[in-house]
């Protein structure tokens, strides 16, 4: 006898983004304002999805309405908040969020550190508005919704353009093209073909981090101060001591190449150090890691870029 199908419930939780924009005309690709339209319409705009879904059903919330280049951690918190009380519930399958492309990488790998859950949370997005002669939000949002409902799919996943991304390893690399996000050497986890998943490697469970209930509990006002900074030709050192006297926590400082980083930030950042700031390296090149001990430094996460080690070392902080 075939088992009869587990009808489950989804969730998709608004933010705002390109996805749910609007412009004046349909040929403006850029001129838009993000995040106008609510996730419900968004769902609405997508063809096939009831047919799609089989028989699961499905919820929206709209958590924030945001340009995700002004994403903040209270928005983060609450996101996190209501997917830890969704993915909670014995009957939802998963939870789709709708997200700006810009800081998408960054969200991702926050829900990762802090989302102690084995089930899917899929992340997706669109480079144009929702008011483009051929809008890529409803093949992204159907696209995520196959993700999603895939009983080999774990933990925080970002979909783009056909391909899956793990929140570790996806990064914007684009600013305009519809395939805006990669994984690096990683490679994507897999693909969605027709509305089917295929998958690079089922393996490698997510890691949550040890600091995640502190994360979800405490006002996000009150989080650990984290700041990225480049090293390049030129680096003017007196930005260290300006963050340090303002009271930063924590430093991460994208190194040139391997980790190398200009003399003068050198001194500075080993002078924030001894002052009782966290310090932590990595490289700005969008590609690879860094290999071996490059400089006096402590070395973020492997393969992090400097946003994503910001997260780590923020959430390291919260302890
Ligand atoms: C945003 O990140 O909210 C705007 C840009 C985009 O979604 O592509």
Redesign the pocket.
Same mark, same amino acid.
């Given at each position: 006898m075939v088992d009869a199908k587990k009808i489950q419930k989804f969730v998709v939780l608004g933010t705002?983004? #390109?996805?749910a924009?609007t412009a004046a005309s349909a040929s403006d690709h850029t001129g838009y304002t993000?995040?106008q339209l609510g996730v419900q319409h968004l769902l609405d705009a997508v063809p096939g999805l009831n047919d799609a879904l089989q028989g699961d059903s499905l919820v929206c919330e709209q958590i924030a309405q945001?340009?995700?280049?002004d994403m903040d951690h209270a928005t983060w918190q609450a996101l996190a908040q209501r997917c830890t009380h969704w993915l909670g519930q014995s009957d939802v399958g998963g939870v789709v969020i709708t997200h700006? #492309?810009? #800081?998408?990488e960054e969200t991702a790998w926050f829900l990762q550190q802090v989302l102690s859950t084995t089930k899917p949370v899929v992340l997706t997005?669109?480079?144009r508005p929702a008011t483009a002669l051929t809008p890529d939000g409803p093949q992204n949002l159907l696209d995520a919704m196959a993700v999603v409902r895939d009983p080999m799919a774990r933990g925080v996943l970002a979909v783009c353009a056909g391909r899956i991304h793990s929140a570790r390893a996806v990064q914007k690399v684009h600013p305009y093209r519809l395939d805006a996000f990669s994984s690096g050497d990683a490679g994507p986890r897999g693909w969605v073909e027709q509305g089917r998943v295929r998958w690079a490697d089922p393996g490698s469970w997510p890691v949550v981090h040890v600091h995640a209930h502190v994360a979800l509990a405490l006002p996000a006002d009150n989080w650990p101060w984290v700041a990225v900074l480049h090293s390049h030709a030129g680096t003017d050192a007196r930005q260290v001591s300006a963050l340090v006297a303002a009271g930063v926590k924590g430093l991460v400082v994208a190194g040139t190449g391997n980790g190398t980083v200009h003399h003068s930030l050198l001194s500075a950042l080993a002078e924030a150090q001894t002052r009782g700031v966290a310090v932590r390296l990595t490289t700005r090149c969008a590609e690879g890691q860094l290999v071996g001990q490059p400089a006096a430094l402590q070395t973020a996460p492997s393969g992090l870029n400097g946003y994503k080690a910001r997260v780590s070392l923020m959430l390291d902080l919260m302890g």
């Open positions: 705002g983004g #390109t996805i924009g993000a995040g945001l340009d995700s280049k700006g #492309t810009d #800081t998408l997005c669109a480079m």
